[in-house]
């Protein structure tokens, strides 16, 4: 039996249009699967993104409060020496969390520090003397208020956010209100 060229032809063109549907049913099949993965890996990322975001929110928050208690030292003992500064913070430094130091700044100048081990180029800075560090400082005596700041270099090397708590004391003898200064965390 002999197969004509039409009928030839004809089977050919079968065979390529099957293969192109073939090739466009296996390329719309990988592209839907290539999709479901891209938005399953995008649910996934966003996911552990707002995990990460969680933890270090309420981790930062957590130093934060810390830290908002501490006025009340100076509030009891205006002359407390740097003794009493560190026993009195040395719980709130420790290995778990990532406060790398507590200081106090009567009149915008460190003057107690905790730990000194490895912060004494911060010891004696003076806000109003650096810029980058003076309008968040500032900020916090004028609006009363905690401030963040952040990442900044640090004197004593490398670079941490810094929460500054402004310090109002009331005058014994007339009872108005006056800054006494601010109480500031470095966090890792």
């Known amino acids: 039996m002999h197969i004509s060229s039409y009928t030839k032809m004809a089977f050919y063109s079968i065979l390529a ?7 466009s049913v296996a390329t719309f ?8 993965y891209k ?22 928050q957590g130093h934060i409060q810390l830290v908002r208690g501490l006025p009340s030292l100076f509030a009891v ?26 200081a106090a700044a009567p009149d ?6 905790y730990p000194i081990k490895g912060n004494e180029d911060a010891l004696g800075l003076n806000y109003r003397e650096e810029p980058e560090q003076f309008e968040a400082a500032d900020r916090a005596r004028r609006t009363r208020e905690l401030v963040l700041a ?10 941490g956010l810094i929460t500054r708590v ?14 006494w200064g601010l109480i500031s ?3 890792d």
């Open 108 to 113: 915008m100048v460190i003057s107690y520090i």
């Open 185 to 187: 965390a470095v966090i």
């Open 150 to 159: 952040g990442p900044l270099e640090l004197k004593q090397g490398g670079t």
């Open 39 to 60: 938005s399953q890996l995008y649910a996934n990322t966003q996911e552990l993104l707002s995990e990460y975001n969680n933890r270090i929110s309420s981790e930062l």
């Open 77 to 102: 003992n205006q002359e407390l020496s740097q003794a009493q500064f560190a026993s009195a913070v040395s719980y709130l430094v420790n290995d778990d969390l990532e406060i790398r130091n507590i």
């Open 166 to 179: 402004p310090v109002f004391l009331q005058n014994d003898k007339t009872g108005e209100e006056y800054f």
């Open 29 to 36: 099949i990988s592209q839907g699967v290539t999709e479901n």
């Open 17 to 23: 249009v099957l293969a192109v549907i073939c090739i």
